[in-house]
């Protein structure tokens, strides 16, 4: 862990580096968002759990409906991970939302229409679009100035900038990524043995998230060791990024 939190330092050092609208968040905050990012870069290109296919139902699609409930005093490692890549609308960018970190607030992800006025203001300042305008207000995605103007209060990657930003988390994570993903099949190892054989599939979707979801423990590791600062509050981590 130490190893890991060494290396989000550099990453964050680096990524503060880029030029991408950061909505006037502190350093402490956007630590969070440049972690999880990054676990989410690795999870993409470094994590070989398995994740068994959904199996054709009666309407002749692959799908599958499931529920869990966790008793005791431990719980399922994991974050919460919402995207709407806003395809049904513009489809120009998307917006991701992290919960499940701790110290960082629950955020809902926004639907298409918050995202569009969202876009409209950060590079015209202006929408046309009134009530999801105030809607995007009353839910905290967008602030209103005192001067009238509009602030977006999530961080924006262009497409280059968050190309930067991916080559840089793959620097300081790829070298870790062997003894990590050895860490992280042992654990799951274990875990999935408290599954019965016939939730066998089940398992394994759950525990693929786990790759990313140990970001948590690492972030808990941090505060706890006074490496890394609690966020503000309420702090909310999520963020959006061009897609075209």
């Not at 068994?52 to 499931?66: L, Q, S, T």
């Not at 991970?81 to 809902?108: D, E, V």
């Not at 305008?133 to 262009?158: E, L, N, R, S």
């Not at 948590?216 to 309420?234: C, D, H, L």
Request: charged letters at 20%; hydrophobic letters at 35%.
């Amino acid at each position: 862990m130490e190893h890991l939190l060494k290396a989000l330092d550099s990453i964050a050092k680096k990524a503060a580096q880029i030029a991408f609208y950061k909505a006037q968040k502190s350093k402490t905050d956007l630590f969070y968002l440049y972690g999880v990012q990054a676990f989410a870069y690795a999870s993409k290109h470094y994590c070989h759990l398995p994740y068994p296919r959904f199996k054709k139902k009666y309407d002749g699609n692959d799908w599958c409906y499931f529920g869990n409930m966790e008793t005791g005093q431990y719980h399922r490692i994991g974050i919460g991970t919402q995207q709407n890549f806003n395809l049904g609308s513009r489809g120009h960018c998307s917006h991701t939302a992290y919960n499940s970190i701790p110290g960082i607030a629950f955020r809902a992800v926004m639907p298409d229409n918050y995202i569009n006025v969202c876009e409209d203001i950060l590079f015209s300042s202006v929408s046309n679009d009134i009530a999801s305008v105030a809607g995007a207000i009353q839910d905290g995605y967008i602030a209103k100035q005192k001067d009238g103007g509009f602030f977006i209060t999530v961080p924006y990657f262009t497409k280059s900038q968050k190309k930067e930003f991916d080559a840089i988390a793959d620097q300081y994570l790829s070298p870790l990524m062997p003894q990590y993903s050895e860490i992280v099949h042992t654990f799951i190892a274990g875990y999935k043995k408290l599954f019965t054989k016939h939730l066998h599939d089940d398992a394994d979707r759950m525990c693929q998230g786990m790759f990313v979801g140990l970001y948590s423990k690492i972030v808990e590791y941090a505060q706890k060791t006074g490496v890394v600062q609690m966020p503000s509050v309420p702090c909310y981590c999520d963020v959006m990024i061009q897609q075209e």
